[in-house]
């Protein structure tokens, strides 16, 4: 599967953006899906996940209640809704996919599933 993330952008503090990520290659309904993001001179950060129907979330604490994760796999796209922004999620967010064959038995938090897939990254800047 291709992922393409797209959707960042320059804005205000307490401002809202919408990522997207579009799927190609395979059908969406086969992966668990997740956003991580990297700001300049740190370490890729777990920033959410969601299950394969979409039922069952898991988001990191500093985004609990500010970010959704949310897919439509009937049009293969995966979504992160960012609102009450700030200077501090200033990153650039990745989606990536987990291959697990449309079903996955275990719990959701940041280590798991592991993730195979990739896309390109959305830059994200929050000014205050």
């Known amino acids: 599967v291709q992922l393409q993330a797209s959707g960042g952008g320059l804005v205000l503090a307490g401002e809202s953006l919408r990522l997207s990520c579009a799927a190609t290659g395979r059908a969406l309904s086969e992966y668990a899906m997740a956003w991580f993001r990297q700001a300049p001179g740190k370490e890729r950060e777990f920033v959410a996940n969601i299950n394969v129907s979409g039922g069952s979330t898991f988001y990191a604490d500093s985004v609990k209640g500010r970010f959704t994760i949310s897919r439509d796999n009937d049009n293969n796209m995966l979504y992160l809704q960012m609102n009450n922004l700030k200077p501090e999620d200033t990153a650039v967010y990745y989606c990536?996919?987990?291959?697990?064959?449309?079903?996955?038995?275990?719990?959701?938090?940041?280590?798991?599933?592991?993730?195979?897939?990739w896309g390109q990254g959305t830059q994200v800047t929050v000014s205050s």
């Open positions: 990536a996919a987990a291959d697990v064959g449309g079903y996955y038995p275990g719990s959701y938090n940041e280590a798991r599933p592991s993730y195979d897939y």
